[in-house]
């Protein structure tokens, strides 16, 4: 509890502070090559955070702006699938850690429109500070596929038992499969 309501964040300004030094001259040069090959870099989306609290979440751009009657896979392109492949899009969001709308580890915030679709169970997983990274973003199925109702699972198990040492390791595990980029790319939605 102590950890929870103290020491997290603490360690997440600690961190991101950190990052924001060591990576900086790189989230510059991603900054110019976005807004040179794809358009403005900064890609703004309100999203719900702890106890449903709409806030701005921020992402490197990675797809083309959206003509009329494009597709998604029309508007990919080589640089945002590399982005997107080794985490590198996520990275404004330290500046969201750092302005406490989020977490270094957390629920990963989700759509805002599923908020009114939640069933009391799902909506729990918002009793946490969203992350940049979370427990359903590390366990991977075999078949590296997610699904929803696992994922919310995970969620939950993480609001009702986080600690310093549950951080610790689904941020090392998180640095794990971006190294040996495990990560899995497709979204998935709450079925309806």
Do not use: C
């Not at 009657?69 to 640089?79: D, F, G, K, P």
């Amino acid at each position: 509890m102590i950890y929870q309501k103290y020491l997290k964040r603490f360690f997440d300004i600690l961190l991101s502070l950190m990052l924001l030094f060591f990576l900086f001259p790189i989230m510059v040069i991603i900054f110019f090559v976005v807004w040179i090959k794809i358009d403005f870099p900064i890609y703004i989306q309100q999203r719900p955070g702890l106890n449903n609290k709409i806030f701005n979440l921020y992402k490197f751009k990675t797809l083309y702006p959206a003509p009329d009657n494009v597709n998604i896979a029309q508007r990919q392109n080589t640089l945002g699938n590399f982005l997107r492949k080794t985490g590198l899009d996520e990275l404004p969001q330290l500046f969201n850690v750092l302005g406490n709308t989020m977490s270094l580890v957390g629920p990963r915030p989700l759509l805002k429109e599923y908020l009114d679709k939640y069933s009391k169970y799902e909506a729990q997983r918002h009793f946490a500070k969203p992350g940049i990274t979370g427990l359903a973003q590390v366990v991977i199925s075999k078949d590296g596929l997610k699904s929803w109702k696992k994922s919310i699972k995970l969620d939950i198990f993480y609001v009702y038992h986080v600690n310093f040492f549950l951080d610790l390791k689904i941020l090392w595990r998180t640095i794990k499969i971006i190294i040996l980029k495990k990560k899995n790319y497709q979204d998935f939605k709450k079925p309806f």
